[in-house]
């Protein structure tokens, strides 16, 4: 069983910046790919970026592209997003989610999740 867990929502201001954190853990060491999601009211769940186990490979939403960052931690269990220049359309609650194998923005392709984590961006 591997334990997901967000960390780092908040409310900001338009422009602002936030920083999420993702713990993707189980028994052993294994690095596990990891894809950053939100979900905002009356909406579908919806990919935000993604890395690979190895970190060679990183994925954005064309949403995210030039704002949002996603990258690995010194303890290769952590994942960061930070989100830059954020936008009131950010408002959402944002998951983590991890597998084994290749980086993918399909969720259905993702079997462990986080609880999520509320991102508020006023205007």
């Known amino acids: 069983q591997v334990q997901v867990a967000e960390s780092g929502g908040g409310l900001r201001q338009a422009g602002g910046s936030l920083r999420l954190d993702c713990r993707a853990s189980g028994y052993t060491s294994r690095v596990y790919a990891v894809g950053w999601f939100r979900q905002a009211p009356g909406k579908d769940r919806e990919f935000v970026a993604g890395?690979?186990?190895?970190?060679?490979?990183?994925q954005y939403a064309d949403s995210a592209k030039g704002r949002f960052t996603i990258s690995r931690g010194d303890s290769l269990d952590t994942v960061y997003l930070q989100m830059d220049r954020l936008k009131p359309d950010d408002t959402a609650v944002y998951y983590c989610a991890a597998r084994d194998g290749r980086a993918t923005s399909s969720a259905e392709n993702y079997p462990w999740w986080g609880q999520g984590t509320q991102v508020t961006v006023s205007s």
């Open positions: 890395i690979s186990a190895s970190d060679r490979v990183r």
